[in-house]
Nanobody
Framework: QVELVESGGGLVQPGGSLRLSCAASRSRFSFSVMGWYRQVPGAQRELVAA???????KYADSVVGRFTISRDNAKNTVTLQMNSLKPEDTAVYYC???????????WGPGTQVNVSS
């Protein structure tokens, strides 16, 4: 079992920045993928950014150049630095991981990000 604990959401003005963090606690696993999705009411959850154990990270087109994902494999943490935030970035952001070799995916409870003046 993997427990994901997210932090860093909140209210920010357009053009501002937020940093989301996610820690996989009590985990003895390594993760092939660590990433972030977001969801707004009435819409499907969408990928924001994913960091792989090998290779380049992947970003949604809408956040390229504004968001940066990073992971610390030793600490089992993944961070999403969000700059130049827009009102359309408002959503609940979910941390997710996929266990290497097993493919099992886990989700965090979500953290609310509101971008508004």
């Amino acid at each position: 079992q993997v427990e994901l604990v997210e932090s860093g959401g909140g209210l920010v003005q357009p053009g501002g920045s937020l940093r989301l963090s996610c820690a996989a606690s009590r985990s003895r696993f390594s993760f092939s993928v660590m990433g972030w999705y977001r969801q707004v009411p009435g819409a499907q959850r969408e990928l924001v950014a994913a960091a792989y154990s090998g290779g380049s990270p992947k970003y949604a087109d809408s956040v390229v150049g504004r968001f940066t994902i990073s992971r610390d494999n030793a600490k089992n943490t993944v961070t999403l630095q969000m700059n130049s935030l827009k009102p359309e970035d408002t959503a609940v952001y979910y941390c997710t991981v996929i266990i290497a070799g097993w493919g099992t995916q886990y989700w965090g409870p979500g953290t609310q990000v509101n971008v508004s003046s």
